[in-house]
């Protein structure tokens, strides 16, 4: 199956630091989603790349995915207590199973 | 949140039950998944479907099925329920673009 490796585990940033959470894959994606989860809740859709080198923004959050379509990162800038959570990259592979990455889960001091 | 339901939302059972959890959607999407939430293991993919009664297995599928006899409705089954199976489940549709979660149904298996 599509392995896809989601770092750091765990962040814990004071609040009005940034934030970044990386995901690779071995082979070559077709794209990769990102979603944010809240505790105790479901996750939530954030953001698709499909683009090589593509970089979007919404706010405080830049979603880039790499060049050779094998890494995409999520960076915050400025965290607030409402960017707490946690942060997941997924993909499709040719077989439509849809994995997610292990989740990288953040935790703003205020 | 494309009118995904989970029931039940809780559910406490006995070793060597069995235990059926539904997913339901009002939309028709063709893609429905089944996963597991653990602490330290994101999101595993343990069945999904791509119609109606057709299904594969995703990386976590041992002890679980799944049957989809209707588009709206996609069940897992957990055929003799055992304390490792005691999780958090979450279903999930996807569209070409993004896939949308269910609330969730948390299971204890005691």
Redesign the interface.
């Known amino acids: 199956?599509q392995q896809v490796m989601?770092i750091p585990?765990y962040q814990h940033v004071q609040e009005g630091e940034d934030f970044t959470t990386y995901c690779n894959s071995s082979t070559t994606l077709s794209n990769i989603?990102w979603?944010k989860q809240r505790p105790g809740g479901?996750?939530?859709?954030l953001i698709?790349l499909v683009k090589s080198g593509e970089v979007k923004k919404q706010k405080r959050l830049t979603f880039q995915f790499g060049e050779a379509k094998k890494n995409s990162s999520l960076h915050i800038t400025a965290t607030q207590t409402t960017d707490v959570g946690t942060y997941?990259c997924?993909v499709?592979d040719d077989?439509?199973?849809?994995?997610?990455?292990?989740?990288t889960k953040l935790n703003v001091k205020p | 949140d494309a009118g995904i339901t989970q029931s039940p939302r809780h559910k406490v059972t006995e070793t060597g039950t069995p235990v059926t959890l539904r997913c339901h959607q009002t939309e028709n999407h063709r893609?429905m998944?089944w996963?597991r939430q653990d602490p330290?293991?994101?999101?595993?993919?343990i069945h999904?479907s791509?119609g109606v009664k057709d299904t594969?297995k995703?990386?976590v599928s041992d002890g679980y099925s799944v049957s989809r006899s209707k588009t709206e409705d996609f069940l897992l089954t957990l055929e003799s329920a055992t304390s490792s199976q005691t999780s958090v489940y979450?279903c999930?549709i996807?569209t070409d673009?993004?896939?949308?979660?269910?609330?969730?149904t948390r299971l204890t298996v005691v």
Do not use: I, M, W
């Open positions: 199956g989601q585990q989603q979603y479901h996750p939530v859709f698709q997941f997924a499709l077989f439509n199973k849809f994995y997610f990455g292990s989740g | 893609y998944y996963y330290g293991h994101g999101l595993r993919l999904y791509y594969d995703g990386e979450f999930a996807r673009t993004e896939a949308f979660f269910g609330q969730g």
